[in-house]
């Protein structure tokens, strides 16, 4: 596959770069998600690896070490790695939220059962560590792991600010730098480690992946309210949830008496009605909380940039300026 059939979404043509690579990962992934004794877990592996995601996690991997000079075969490791731990944390957030949809299709947890999706990340949270210690590098365990403990630890921050009209910014930043933020830093840091880089440029590859992953998470966040369905998500699904994103902690702060009852109704006692969420949509627009949110996933974004300016140049470099810039244009 060629760049120039590639269609110029910054993410497909990463994909178009790295197609080799990916194809191994790939092949890597059903490899090692077979069981001999378990027909049910390669069964719901599949359903949720081959929906169609779009590998962005393990692609930055690959990026960073081919951009980083590496020439060896344990990127491939480390790439499948990091997709078998998002997976399995998907797995179990879907177990955790009752959600019914994911990339558009049912989850696993409805196809199944709870019991079955939890089991299955258990054992892809394993397989994981089976292919770091494959490379040989502590320090690549070390990083990997450290991530897997942040992103659990984010989770269950989650369950306690989600619905607390307590919850500051600086709260909400912890949680999606556990949730979200620490996979993709860990995904690019991995990259240069594997490949032998000085400890400016690792450091300079895990802030890249840690803004661009806090701008792709307060995205995420904006785009429930005002985006379309077609990540597979349904408009609202985090106000039904009750999750506290950052629009909503910007508009309770400005919030008058008559407004702040409304979210202590709707977020912490989750009393709903029809009608709800049209008038909290219209309390970010009254507060400009959606605008004030987007400037800061637009910064984050910016910091993503700036990080890779000490990372030499290269094509994967450039591919990854624009895919920051691409993360926030849904929302610009």
């Given amino acids: 596959m060629s760049l120039d059939s590639a269609a110029t979404k910054p993410h497909e043509q990463l994909a178009a770069a790295l197609s080799d690579d990916l194809d191994l990962v790939n092949a890597m992934i059903r490899a090692r998600m077979a069981s001999e004794h378990a027909p049910r877990i390669p069964e719901v592996t599949a359903h949720l690896v081959e929906?169609?995601?779009?590998?962005?996690?393990?692609?930055?991997?690959?990026?960073?070490?081919?951009?980083?000079?590496?020439?060896?075969?344990?990127?491939?490791?480390?790439?499948?790695?990091?997709?078998?731990?998002?997976?399995?944390t998907l797995l179990h957030d879907d177990v955790v939220d009752e959600s019914k949809q994911r990339r558009g299709r049912p989850t696993a947890n409805l196809l199944w059962d709870n019991t079955s999706s939890v089991l299955v990340g258990d054992y892809l949270f394993a397989r994981s560590f089976q292919l770091m210690v494959e490379t040989g590098s502590l320090r690549v365990l070390d990083i990997l792991a450290n991530a897997a403990a942040t992103?659990?630890?984010?989770?269950?921050?989650?369950?306690?600010?989600?619905?607390?009209?307590?919850?500051?910014?600086?709260?909400?930043?912890?949680?999606?730098?556990?949730?979200?933020?620490?996979?993709?830093?860990?995904?690019?840091?991995?990259?240069?480690?594997?490949?032998?880089?000085?400890?400016a440029t690792k450091q300079a590859l895990f802030d890249y992946g840690d803004a661009l992953g806090i701008a792709f998470q307060i995205v995420d966040d904006l785009l429930d309210y005002g985006g379309t369905d077609a990540t597979g998500k349904n408009i609202g699904d985090d106000f039904r949830e009750r999750k506290l994103t950052?629009?909503?902690?910007?508009?309770?702060?400005?919030?008058?008496?008559?407004?702040?009852?409304?979210?202590?109704?709707?977020?912490?006692?989750?009393?709903?009605?029809?009608g709800d969420l049209d008038h909290a949509l219209t309390l970010l627009a009254k507060h400009g909380a959606m605008e004030s949110t987007r400037i800061d996933a637009v910064n984050w974004a910016g910091k993503a940039k700036t990080a890779l300016a000490k990372v030499p140049d290269h094509l994967l470099k450039t591919m990854l300026i624009d895919l920051a810039d691409y993360v926030v244009a849904r929302v610009t």
């Fill in 151 to 199: 992103i659990a630890e984010g989770e269950v921050l989650q369950l306690t600010a989600a619905s607390n009209l307590a919850t500051t910014e600086g709260i909400y930043l912890n949680v999606v730098r556990g949730k979200t933020a620490a996979l993709f830093s860990a995904a690019m840091e991995v990259g240069g480690e594997i490949a032998g880089q000085d400890a």
């Fill in 51 to 88: 929906a169609g995601g779009k590998r962005l996690r393990p692609m930055l991997t690959l990026a960073a070490a081919r951009m980083c000079g590496y020439d060896g075969p344990y990127h491939v490791h480390l790439a499948a790695t990091v997709e078998f731990i998002h997976t399995a």
């Fill in 246 to 274: 950052l629009p909503v902690i910007r508009a309770v702060a400005k919030a008058d008496a008559d407004e702040r009852a409304f979210w202590v109704r709707v977020i912490e006692k989750g009393k709903q009605t029809d």
